[in-house]
């Protein structure tokens, strides 16, 4: 099997409601940057970024994956996706001047194609070829009722409707708006109608300072809140750890962190409890597992980040025993083969073979449109 052509793809996909908006972003679509692997067998790998759908940035990563990368596929067997990693990663002259950002997204991308290609080969979903069981029971929470550009009646209804037709048994809220005390008005006004089972993350989006993070982080702990996500600027390892050490409720980072290396840091600090790694930011499965391996070692669940809208990474937590929830947002459900499919709250193990980012035909068409 060798690999004979790399296709460029770019996917913009609409979100819920037409916009949303955290404390630090805003936006309209959800961007798929990636590529399809083609080979001499017949078989496509597809593999996707994850992005805020601005198209001159999106162009960059396609263009990285095409120009930077793709001379050293060429020829290649693409099931020898370690080996192949290794040598992108050492070889590439991107390297020289960007060992994260785009350089990683790109590289993340044609890493999770060449796994969707090992196991289209193999005939088998790609939880199975990395060792996992259907039988383990995946749990999803839901991010897409609690945006904080909505006013407090739809996320308390859409909450609720996740809750009580959804079956889902966690939600997540975006805080960190400019008035604190509308943040913990929010907070409470779930906790009251979703009652005290109902689970509640919440996610600040980086946007705190530390010591935003100290007065209004501590008053969560009053709502049972799971925990508070990116609370301050994504790279600070040493104010994570200090408000670690501070607040009662337990912290949640990683879905801006771009290796290995910055989880190491992260985690070896005490900066972090819930990992979030993403396989669409981290350079794909093959970094993300190390990250997930790490985590284990030290005890501390991993939740996956869903940029990539949970079509990999449901597999990845089908088969590491260090994942056990997922967070669910929807939008690229309809334009998916088979889409993430979640019954009763719980995931269910995706049956066709590959990595899970294959496009269906509509969203081929959209794409050959552009
Ligand atoms: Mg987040």
Redesign the pocket.
């Known amino acids: 099997m060798k690999i004979t052509q790399l296709e460029p793809i770019i996917l913009h996909a609409p979100v819920t409601r037409g916009g949303i908006a955290?404390s630090t972003h805003k936006l309209s679509h959800w961007g798929a940057p990636g590529v399809a692997i083609h080979t001499d067998t017949g078989h496509v790998g597809y593999g996707f970024s994850g992005t805020h759908a601005h198209l001159a940035t999106d162009r960059l990563i396609v263009d990285c994956i095409l120009h930077s990368f793709g001379p050293l596929l060429l020829g290649e067997d693409p099931r020898e996706v370690l080996a192949l990693w290794e040598k992108l990663h050492k070889q590439a002259e991107i390297y020289w001047v960007g060992r994260a950002g785009i350089t990683h997204l790109a590289l993340g991308a044609i890493d999770i194609a060449l796994w969707d290609l090992k196991a289209k080969e193999a005939g088998v979903p790609l939880w199975k070829l990395l060792g996992g069981s259907a039988q383990k029971k995946v749990e999803a929470y839901n991010?897409d009722g609690g945006w904080l550009n909505w006013p407090l009646e739809t996320v308390v209804s859409d909450c609720k409707r996740l809750v009580e037709e959804g079956g889902y048994r966690a939600v997540?809220l975006k805080i960190g708006g400019p008035n604190p005390r509308e943040d913990l008005r929010r907070v409470e006004a779930v906790r009251q109608a979703l009652g005290p089972d109902i689970r509640i993350m919440t996610?600040v989006?980086g946007r705190w300072t530390l010591p935003q993070a100290i007065q209004t982080g501590s008053r969560l702990q009053d709502f049972d809140i799971v925990w508070i996500?990116?609370p301050i600027y994504f790279d600070d390892v040493e104010g994570h750890r200090r408000l670690a050490e501070t607040i009662a409720t337990p912290i949640?980072l990683g879905?801006q962190l771009y290796t290995a290396s910055h989880f190491r840091d992260f985690i070896h600090a005490g900066a972090v409890h819930y990992v979030?790694p993403d396989v669409v930011r981290l350079a794909g499965i093959t970094e993300f597992w190390q990250v997930a391996d790490l985590a284990r070692c030290y005890s501390l669940p991993v939740v996956p980040?869903v940029g990539d809208m949970c079509q990999v990474h449901q597999h990845l937590c089908f088969a590491h025993p260090a994942c056990a929830l997922l967070?669910y947002i929807p939008w690229l459900r309809d334009w998916m083969e088979t889409p993430a499919k979640i019954v009763d709250g719980y995931y269910v193990a995706p049956e066709a073979p590959g990595a899970g980012m294959t496009p269906n035909r509509r969203a081929l068409e959209e794409i050959n449109r552009a």
């Open positions: 955290d991010t997540k996610d989006n996500e990116e949640a879905e979030q980040h967070e």
